[in-house]
C-alpha cells in the first residue's frame, strides 16, 4: 500500500492541516504502542468512551510518526506533523476501508452469525489456499474496528479475501457492508439465544442479513425463521443474479441436504446430496458445532465448483482453530507467546505487537518462525518486508526454521538458521534460552506445538487464565460512571485481587488510570522493579519499610500521629521535600485512620512541614452495598467532607479527596470528591446484581482430567470413605485441591466443576493437590479440559455456597496456580 495523504481529504471528508508537499503512507495503525509505527504510518486517533488516543499523539510525534487523522489537534502538536481532521475519526477509518477496499476486484467472502464465524473463516482459508492468495480477517478481528483494519491490509496480489463480520446490535452491520462488500455470502450458525442488543431472534437475523446486500450467492443453513427472514430482505435487496445456496440436516428441499451424520470415535461421516446425488465425507470431528461449520465450508466448495474427490481430500484434514495468541510461562524464565498454528504476514504483525506488550523489563525478544506459506509477494519481497518488520520491532534474536526462510536469513540480523523442525529440537539445548520472551509462530506443517511443549514450563496442569480484554471492559464500565475529572485509583492490592499483579497493572498504565493502591510496601515494590510508572499509594505501611517506600518513590498512606511522626523523622534525614503523603481518616470503619479527635493535633504537625506533601485525603466505608446501612454511609460521606474540609482549611493545601469503591462508586454518584478506588469490579464482581450482568468475567480456573475409572455400587471414594456409590459410578480425578486454594467446604456434593459444558459433583472430600468428580453422564476421558470455576459456576455463586464472599475466594488461589493471560 502507498497512499498519497492529500487524494484522501475528499474520501474523508478531512480539513488538511500540514506540508504542502505530497505525503505518502504505508502503514496504518491506531495502537500507539505498536513499534511498527513510523514515518510512514497513518496513525487514526481512535477515542472510546473512556480511552482518548489524541493523548498519546505527542509521544507519537516524538517517536517519529508524522501523520494523524484526528478530531482535534492536542495542545503543542500543531505544526509538529500533518493532520487531516474529522468529525469522527472511527467513521473515517470505516469511510477509508471501504474506499480501498473499492480498488480491488476480486471474490469476497463475507461470514457473520453468531457462532463459528472464526472457525469457518480459517477453515476456508486452509481449504481454498492451495488455489488462491487469498487476505483474511486475522484471528477474530470482525468489530466495527477489526474490519477496516482488516480490509486495509489487502495488496495487489491478493486473489480472494475472506472477511467476517460481528455485530452486537442493530445498525451496526450497515457499516461494515460498505466495508467489506463481499460478493459470496456466508451465515454461520444463528443460534436460538436471545441476545442483549436485538429485541429478538428475527430481528437479529435481519440485521446480519445486511452483509449481503450486494452478493451474488447467500449460502445458509434453512430453516422457517431464516427463510422468513431472507424472504423479507430479498424484497428490499432485489437482485436477479443473486443466488440462494442452502443446506438442510432435516428439510429435503434444501440445495444440499444432509441424509446422514455417522460419528466414529472422534470422525464423523457425512453423508450428503446434492443435485440428485449422493456423496459422503468424513471430516476429524464429532461434536454438532464442528459438523456444521465443516457443512457450511462444504457448500462454499461446492459453490466454487471443487470436484467430489478434492474435497473429501481436504475436509478430512481440517483441524483445530486456536481463537488467540497465549502467553506461557517457559523454562530459565523466559514466556511464551504460543501462535505455533499461523504464519502469514498479516498475523505477523499482530502477534509482533502483542510480542511487545507481553514483554518484561530487561527480557530479550526472540521469533521462532518458519517459512512464510502463503502471502501474494515473491519470496524476495516478502522476507524483505518480513526482516524489515522484525527489525522495527526490535526482536533480538531470529530463528528461522525451513528452507526457504534459511535461504534469505541474510536479510534478518542475529539469525540462526534450521532447515526443518527436527533438526532445531535436536540443538535446542545449544541455544540457551534464558530470561527471553519468545514468540513461536509457525505453519501449520512445522508442527511448532512440539517446540512450544519442549520451551514450556512443566507444572502441573491447572492455570488461572484471566482475560485482559474483560479487564478492559470492566474499567471503561466504571470509568463511564465518573463524572468529568473525577480520577481512579485502581486497588491492585493482593496481587491484582488474586488475578496477577504486574501482567494487570501493565494493561491498567496503558489505560492512563490515575493511581494504583497495594497493601503493603512489598507489593508496590515488586510493580516498580517492573517498570510500571503510575504513582502506588501503599495502604498498610509498616515503619520498617518507610526507607524502601522513599526509595522506590511509593506513597505510604499515614493513618495516625505515631506513624506520620515516624515517617517525618526519616523524611527529615534524608532531607526530602515534599515527599507524597496521604493521610487516611476513620470516619466508621474503625480500622485504621485519624479520627475527629486527632485533628488537631495532626494539623499541627502538619502544619509548615515542607518534607511531606499531603497528595490525598482518604477513607474508606464500612459498607456500600447493603441499602439498609445506606443512612450509615451518608454519615460517613458527610463525617469525611467535614473533617477533610477542616483539614484542607486548615492547611490551606488542595488534596485529591477520595472515599468511594466500587459498590460505592454504583450507589453513591455523588461522593465521587475527585478520586474512587476501584476494587473487585474491575476484576469482574459486582455486589449487585443488577449491575453484575454489565461486567465481564475475567479469571477462568481450569484443570484437565488426570484418570478416569468406573468403581462398582457400595464402592466409596477419598479420604474418610465420605461418598459411598450407590450405582456403578464413573470416578474422574483433577488435580486440584486446598493448596491450590479450593475450600473443603466445596466438596462432599457441595461444590461441582464443569466438563464438556455439564455440572460433575465433588464427591469425597476435596484432597490437598487433587479432588474426585462424579462423571456417569458426561462422555469424558483422560486429558480433558475441566472448568473450576469462571462463567458457570461464577466465584460468586461458589462464595455464596460457602457463605463467604468473592475476595476471598479469588485472593485463595494459590501461587502455585499458573496464571495465564490472554485477549
Ligand atoms: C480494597 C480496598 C478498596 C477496593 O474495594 P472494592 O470493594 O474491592 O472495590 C478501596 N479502598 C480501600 C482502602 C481498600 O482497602
Redesign the pocket.
Known amino acids: 500500500m502507498s497512499i498519497n495523504l492529500k487524494s484522501l481529504i475528499p474520501v474523508l471528508k478531512a480539513e488538511w492541516i500540514g506540508s504542502d508537499t505530497d505525503i505518502f503512507v504505508d502503514h496504518i495503525s491506531i495502537d500507539s504502542r505498536s513499534l511498527q509505527n513510523g514515518s510512514k504510518t497513518l496513525f487514526f486517533a481512535l477515542s472510546g468512551v473512556n480511552n482518548d488516543a489524541h493523548l498519546y499523539i505527542p509521544e507519537l510525534i516524538e517517536n517519529g510518526v508524522q501523520n494523524f487523522v484526528v478530531q482535534y489537534i492536542p495542545e503543542n502538536c500543531s505544526g509538529k506533523a500533518n493532520f487531516l481532521v474529522v468529525k469522527n475519526p472511527l467513521d473515517a477509518l470505516q469511510e477509508f476501508a471501504g474506499y480501498y477496499r473499492d480498488l480491488f476486484d476480486f471474490p469476497i467472502i463475507g461470514l457473520t452469525g453468531s457462532n463459528g464465524k472464526t472457525i469457518v473463516k480459517e477453515w476456508l482459508n486452509f481449504l481454498l489456499s492451495p488455489d488462491y492468495n487469498i487476505i483474511r480477517s486475522p484471528k477474530s478481528y470482525n468489530s466495527q474496528v477489526g474490519v477496516p483494519l482488516s480490509v486495509i491490509a489487502i495488496n495487489g496480489k491478493h486473489n480472494l479475501g475472506i472477511f467476517e463480520a460481528g455485530i452486537s446490535t442493530v445498525n451496526e452491520m450497515v457499516n461494515l457492508e460498505k466495508i467489506i462488500k463481499p460478493t459470496i455470502g456466508v451465515l454461520t450458525n444463528i443460534g436460538s439465544a436471545h441476545d442483549e442488543g436485538f429485541q429478538n431472534l428475527e430481528q437479529k437475523i435481519n440485521e446480519k442479513l445486511l452483509l449481503f446486500k450486494q452478493s451474488e450467492v447467500i449460502i445458509y443453513q434453512k430453516n422457517e425463521i431464516v427463510d422468513l427472514c431472507l424472504k423479507e430482505f430479498l424484497k428490499d435487496n432485489d437482485s436477479a443474479e443473486r443466488q440462494l445456496f442452502s443446506w438442510s440436516f432435516t428439510d429435503n428441499s434444501a440445495d444440499v441436504f444432509i441424509l446422514k451424520k455417522e460419528n466414529k470415535n472422534d470422525t464423523t461421516i457425512i453423508q450428503y446430496k446434492y443435485k440428485g446425488e449422493t456423496f459422503s465425507l468424513e471430516i476429524p470431528f464429532s461434536d454438532s458445532a464442528s459438523i456444521e461449520n465443516a457443512v457450511s465450508c462444504l457448500l462454499v466448495l461446492l459453490y466454487f465448483m471443487y470436484d467430489f474427490g478434492t474435497i473429501q481430500n481436504r475436509m478430512q484434514m481440517l483441524y483445530p482453530v486456536r481463537m488467540r495468541l497465549e502467553v506461557k510461562n517457559g523454562i530459565n524464565n523466559c514466556s511464551i507467546i504460543d501462535d505455533s498454528y499461523s504464519s502469514d504476514f498479516q498475523s505477523l504483525k499482530i502477534a509482533l505487537d502483542f510480542l511487545e506488550s507481553q514483554n518484561k523489563k530487561n527480557a530479550s525478544k526472540t521469533i521462532i518462525l518458519s517459512d512464510i506459506v502463503q502471502s501474494g509477494f515473491s519470496n524476495e519481497e516478502l522476507y524483505t518486508k518480513v526482516a524489515q518488520l522484525i527489525a522495527d520491532n526490535k526482536v533480538n534474536r531470529v530463528i528461522a526454521i525451513g528452507t526457504t526462510i534459511s535461504s534469505f536469513a541474510a536479510k534478518f540480523s542475529n539469525c540462526i538458521t534450521f532447515q526443518n523442525t527436527t533438526e532445531f529440537i535436536t540443538q535446542i539445548e545449544s541455544l540457551n534460552f534464558n530470561n527471553e520472551t519468545i514468540l513461536i509462530k509457525g505453519a501449520r506443517s512445522f508442527q511448532f506445538e512440539q517446540i512450544v511443549s519442549l520451551l514450556e514450563e512443566k507444572t502441573h496442569e491447572t492455570v488461572l487464565e484471566i482475560n485482559m480484554d474483560s479487564i478492559s471492559h470492566n474499567l471503561n464500565y466504571y470509568k463511564s460512571k465518573l463524572s468529568d475529572d473525577v480520577k481512579i485509583m485502581v ?1 491492585v ?1 493482593a496481587f491484582g ?1 488474586g488475578n496477577g499483579g504486574l501482567e494487570i497493572t501493565k494493561l491498567l498504565e496503558h489505560h492512563k488510570v490515575d493511581y494504583l ?1 497495594v ?1 503493603f510496601a512489598d507489593e508496590g515494590i515488586s510493580l516498580k522493579n517492573g517498570g510500571i510508572k503510575l504513582p502506588i499509594m501503599v ?1 498498610n505501611p509498616e515503619s520498617t519499610s518507610f526507607p524502601s517506600i522513599i526509595q522506590y518513590q511509593l506513597e505510604p498512606e499515614i493513618y495516625s500521629i505515631k506513624g506520620l511522626n515516624a515517617f517525618l523523622k526519616i523524611a527529615r534525614e534524608k532531607n526530602l521535600k515534599d515527599f507524597p503523603i496521604h493521610i ?1 481518616l476513620d470516619t466508621g470503619m474503625h480500622r485504621l485512620g485519624f479520627e475527629e479527635h486527632n485533628l488537631n493535633e495532626l494539623i499541627e504537625t502538619l502544619k509548615g512541614n515542607s518534607s511531606v506533601k499531603v497528595k490525598s485525603v ?1 477513607s ?1 466505608l464500612a459498607t ?1 452495598d447493603e441499602v439498609k446501612h445506606f443512612d450509615f454511609v451518608l454519615s460517613q460521606i458527610n463525617l469525611f467532607d467535614q473533617l477533610s474540609s477542616k483539614l484542607i482549611s486548615a492547611l490551606n493545601i488542595n488534596p485529591i479527596r477520595h472515599i468511594l ?5 454504583s450507589n453513591f454518584p455523588n461522593a465521587q470528591f475527585n478520586m474512587v ?5 474491575l476484576y469482574g464482581v459486582s ?1 449487585d446484581p443488577a449491575e453484575q450482568k454489565y461486567l465481564e468475567n475475567v479469571g477462568t480456573l481450569k484443570s484437565i482430567i488426570s484418570q478416569v475409572r468406573t468403581i462398582p455400587n457400595g464402592d466409596s471414594v477419598g479420604y474418610g470413605r465420605r461418598f459411598m456409590a450407590e450405582k456403578e459410578t464413573r470416578i474422574a480425578t483433577i488435580p486440584i485441591g486446598y493448596a491450590d486454594g479450593i475450600s473443603r467446604l466445596w466438596g462432599n456434593q457441595v461444590g461441582f466443576v464443569v466438563i464438556k459444558n455439564q455440572k460433575a459433583s465433588i464427591v469425597g472430600s476435596v484432597c490437598m493437590d487433587m479432588l474426585m468428580v462424579d462423571v456417569s453422564h458426561i462422555d469424558c476421558k483422560e486429558g480433558d479440559s475441566v472448568i473450576i470455576f469462571g462463567e458457570s459456576p461464577t466465584v460468586i455463586e461458589m462464595a455464596e455456597a460457602l457463605k463467604t464472599i468473592p ?1 476471598e475466594i479469588m485472593t485463595s488461589i494459590s501461587q502455585r496456580v499458573k496464571r495465564v493471560f490472554f485477549r
Open positions: 486497588m492490592k485481587y493502591g497493601a495502604l487516611k482518604l474508606h456500600s469503591n466500587t459498590s460505592g462508586i478506588r476501584l476494587g473487585i469490579g455486589n475476595y
